[in-house]
């Protein structure tokens, strides 16, 4: 890699690697995993109601959240459902049931991995829509903004090696 390359400019804000997840945000979760198991054979979710998720220090919202993988991609089913929710809100239909693609999640090794890719995408001037953490800390995560590029968010997540046991319990499809 030579210092004009692309990846020079950008040592750990990389979006396009360690793809964990595809995250959609509904207006009906129950909805949306019948849908998805009758469409596409996913059937198998792991259903997490009223999910508290911070978006910035001293805010947050409740989501209905539901997990599956298929394959080694885990998918994120997101129903808002109340508080600081607007970057969940704002893709959905104004009217009626629907499912609509929100982001792609990149799963970082360590925090300090993590710290130093969100250090980056904001000396880069990439527009970070969302950070904060969950289980107490064992959970991190960033979104950055890249609607007006690729048309969607990127969460950059980082999992306490104890909470990736969790990940194991995801129904497989």
Do not use: K
Not at 5 to 16: E, G, L, M, Q, R
Request: net charge negative.
């Amino acid at each position: 890699m030579t210092e004009s390359s692309p990846a020079a400019t950008f040592p750990t804000f990389a979006p396009f690697r360690r793809f964990l997840q595809i995250a959609y945000v509904t207006t009906d979760l129950d909805e949306a995993m019948r849908r998805f198991g009758a469409d596409y054979g996913v059937a198998n979710w792991m259903p997490m109601p009223g999910m508290e998720v911070e978006t910035a220090p001293g805010r947050s919202c409740h989501n209905n959240i539901a997990l599956a993988y298929v394959g080694p991609m885990q998918l994120e089913l997101i129903e808002p459902l109340s508080g600081d929710d607007a970057i969940y809100r704002a893709a959905l239909p104004d009217d009626g049931s629907g499912v609509r693609f929100h982001h792609v999640a990149q799963l970082f090794g360590d925090a300090d991995e993590l710290e130093s890719a969100e250090g980056d995408a904001r000396r880069l001037g990439i527009p970070i829509a969302m950070a904060g953490s969950s289980a107490g800390g064992l959970v991190r995560y960033f979104y950055t903004d890249h609607r007006n590029t690729l048309g969607h968010y990127i969460e950059h997540i980082w999992y306490a090696p104890e909470m990736m046991a969790f990940l194991e319990q995801i129904p497989r499809n």
